[in-house]
């Protein structure tokens, strides 16, 4: 990759909190920078490609001070943290406040001040950071959670341009949301941009909600009114906002999904079908592989799923010698307590199961505590006869589109939480409720036996969802709102 470090000012700019590459020690000491295969850069691929485009984030690493550098068309903008940063802003209001709360409360949320400092001076950095690099009248497009007061930061620094913020999480019902002792901050934070995105339609109309009960502007759905001279503190039971003076904010749902060309591309690789055969044979060539692929979160419903699976090889409808439970589960915010926590109960649950039903020579469930290659997770998805994907609670979940995207022989079948994103889109998944753990045992014998006939219809069903609600479709959804004239994805 051509690197430079020039950074010119830009017209297209993203923000996130952790940037899309990785620093990869090289031999003499020195870091190389390459591309990380996280799902934002997939999904963000086709709108950058080939365009000039910078993109804010933090480089991964406690502080460390790097400058802006540039590798072909991209130009990285690293925003620094230190490390009292990292445990109050990362995996303290972002990672122990705003996710858990944003996703049910699965494990309670922890409100700190001293967090909320910490968020609300990285947040400010990280605008400042966006307004030195983008161009007059340039997009900003911010990303997620971690930086949701950064649009009306940004604003307030450069009226000039046009912002977009995409939320790739839930946005609670407000009875969750107004437990946040900062809940006006973050959504005048958010009323910042010309558009709001969420994944689902629910979300949209969450944060709509709780702007209706904190602020009382008026709005006509999907836009908010919100007069130009909004400030904070607001005065909850103040009368209806009718300042003639307003903005109009979109706040609407755009749901994010992924390049199915680019997957296809993989899955059909002859390597990637030779391992997913090699894979099976390692497995012992059992009639049933299950699969998840997941971040070790508590929000993915873990530990469920594999109770469902222990009680039915317990009871003798599943036997370990013809079905197995692959779970691959990469590591993930590993300071924090409520993940060191999971972590341990998810390996006793494994460690207890596999006990009990083990074989010599073949575990009932093979538990991976790792990251894989893209190849290598290519090659599961297509060995596996049930994907099981069932989270507690998910913004969208990408492993249920990939998992779809990749199977071009219309095979396999995906369970499915209803309390995903792409439950709304993919219907003709099998269902569950995963708290139900009954139905998810019913939903997983369903799966093993689903005559050929109709597993393949299913299949051709939902490939053809993902298909024509690809990635590029999000992106020039989200754009064409912000403004029309903003860059385009490219074929
Ligand atoms: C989710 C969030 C992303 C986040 C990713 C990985 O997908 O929506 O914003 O980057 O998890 O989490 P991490 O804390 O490692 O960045």
């Known amino acids: 990759m051509a690197r430079t470090t020039r950074t010119p000012r830009v017209d297209f700019v993203i923000v996130s909190n952790r940037l899309p590459i990785d620093a990869k020690p090289t031999a003499d000491g020195e870091d190389q920078w390459v591309t ?16 000039e485009a910078a993109w804010v984030g933090w480089p991964g690493r406690a502080d460390t001070e790097l400058a802006p550098f540039s590798l072909d068309k991209t130009h990285y903008v690293p925003v620094s943290m230190s490390e009292q940063e990292l445990a109050e802003h ?14 049910d409360v699965i494990v309670p949320p922890e409100f700190h001040r001293e967090w909320w400092d910490s968020y609300t001076r990285v947040n400010q950095r990280f605008a400042e950071a966006a307004a030195s690099v983008a161009e007059q009248d340039g997009f900003v497009w911010v990303q997620d959670y971690q930086l949701q007061l950064v649009p009306q930061m940004l604003r307030g620094l450069r009226p000039d341009l046009r912002i977009g913020y995409f939320h790739h999480i839930p946005f609670p019902p407000y009875e969750l949301f107004a437990q946040l002792p900062w809940r006006q901050e973050i959504l005048h934070g958010l009323l910042g941009a010309d558009v709001v995105g ?7 109309s969450n944060m709509r909600q709780a702007v209706r009960r904190n602020f009382g502007y008026s709005m006509n759905k999907p836009i908010v009114r919100v007069p130009v001279d909004a400030r904070l503190p607001r005065d909850p039971h103040a009368p209806p906002v ?8 979109r706040v609407d749902a755009f749901p994010i999904s992924l ?7 993989m899955a059909t690789t002859d390597s990637v079908i030779a391992r997913s055969r090699e894979i099976r044979e390692e497995l012992g060539n059992p009639n049933t592989i299950f699969l998840g692929v997941d971040r070790l979160d508590y929000t993915k419903g873990i530990s469920h799923r594999l109770k469902a699976f222990g009680e039915l090889l317990e009871e003798g409808t599943l036997q370990a010698s013809d079905a197995v439970f692959v779970q691959l589960a990469s590591p993930s915010r590993e300071r924090v307590e409520s993940y060191r926590e999971l972590r341990d109960d998810i390996e006793l649950q494994v460690g207890r199961i596999n006990g009990d ?35 507690l609670r998910d913004g969208m979940n990408l492993v249920a589109k990939e998992f779809v995207s990749a199977r071009t022989d219309n095979k396999g079948v995906l369970v499915l939480s209803e309390f995903t994103g792409a439950a709304d889109e993919l219907d003709q998944a099998l269902m569950v409720n995963p ?3 009954d139905g998810m045992k019913e939903a997983f014998v369903a799966a093993a036996h689903m005559p050929v006939a109709e597993a393949t219809r299913r299949m051709a069903e939902l490939r053809a969802t993902v298909e024509e609600h690809d990635v590029r479709r999000w992106a020039t959804g989200f754009l064409d709102a912000v403004t029309p004239h903003t860059p385009k994805p490219r074929r």
């Open 36 to 51: 990380s295969p996280g799902g934002l850069v997939a999904a963000l691929q086709p709108v950058m490609a080939g365009r």
């Open 90 to 103: 990362y995996e303290g209001m972002s990672n122990a406040t705003i996710w858990p709360l944003y996703h």
């Open 198 to 204: 969420f994944q689902r339609v629910a979300d949209a």
């Open 242 to 249: 009718t300042a003639s003076k307003t903005r109009e904010v």
């Open 259 to 265: 390049d199915q060309a680019a997957i296809v591309e």
């Open 357 to 391: 039903f083990g074989h010599l020579d073949r575990p009932a469930i093979v538990y991976l505590h790792q990251n894989m290659s893209r190849e290598e997770m290519m090659a599961l998805y297509l060995a596996c006869d049930v994907m099981v994907v069932t989270p």
């Open 435 to 437: 708290h139900d753990i």
